[in-house]
Each structure stands twice: as structure tokens, then as C-alpha cells.
């Protein structure tokens, strides 16, 4: 049973910093590239950075591009987001997928395999 379990969520002030991590079991994680997405109140839900099975490309939305980094820990099975500088509109439910990794989509947006339950992050000003 494959199973992505998301942690850190919560409370952090604008300008702060907060890790999120998910922990990925039941599947051979270094075969899938990963990403994390959110979804605001309101909004649906939006890529918002992808990293590829090796952990050497990445991708990422404009609008956390220079402040969220994605890396991952093939070793340990999981996959972080480093929220640096948060502001009050990244707050959302944050979510972990994978998608099986393919040659000719290395950094897939859409066609994920997996996903997990969800983590809030709430910024305040």
C-alpha cells in the first residue's frame, strides 16, 4: 500500500521560514518524481514546485520562485519543501505527490500517481 504522509505544517509568521516534508512507503520512490501542490481557500489546487527523480532539476511556481526550495532524500524516501520568506497568499493546504518517472517528462505537472492527505500552512502578516 503506497502511502505519503506530509509534516510540518502550521503557523508561521510572514518572513519566517517553515520545512514541510513528506515521507513516502509502499513504492521504490527514486522511480517517481515528486511535487508539491496547495490549494487556498477559494482556489484550486496549483503546482507549486516539482523536483525529478534524481533530485538534480527542478521546477517551480512563479510566484514562490527565489523564496521555496524542493529537494529530496532518495536514501530516506522523502521529499521537503524549504518555505523561506512565506507570505500571507501562500496560505493553503500543502500537498506531497509522486508520478512515475518517464525520460520524456522528467518534471510532470499534471498525472500524478500518488498523493497525500494534506498539511496546512497558515501565514500571517
Known amino acids: 500500500q503506497v502511502q505519503l504522509v506530509e509534516s510540518g505544517g502550521g503557523l508561521v509568521q510572514a518572513g519566517g521560514s517553515l520545512r514541510l516534508s513528506c515521507a513516502a512507503s509502499?513504492?521504490?520512490?527514486?522511480?517517481?518524481?515528486a511535487g508539491w501542490f496547495r490549494q487556498g481557500p477559494g482556489k484550486e489546487r496549483a503546482p507549486v514546485a516539482v523536483i525529478d527523480w534524481s533530485g538534480r532539476r527542478t521546477i517551480y511556481a512563479d510566484s514562490v520562485q527565489g523564496r521555496f526550495t524542493i529537494s529530496r532524500d532518495n536514501a530516506k524516501n522523502t521529499v521537503y519543501l524549504q518555505m523561506n520568506n512565506p507570505e500571507p497568499e501562500d496560505t493553503a493546504v500543502y500537498y506531497c505527490?509522486?508520478?512515475?518517472?518517464?525520460?520524456?517528462?522528467?518534471?510532470?505537472?499534471?498525472?500524478?500517481?500518488?498523493w497525500g492527505q494534506g498539511t496546512q500552512v497558515t501565514v500571517s502578516a
Open positions: 505527490a509522486a508520478a512515475l518517472a518517464t525520460m520524456g517528462n522528467p518534471l510532470p505537472r499534471t498525472g500524478y500517481d500518488y
Open positions: 509502499g513504492l521504490t520512490f527514486s522511480s517517481y518524481a
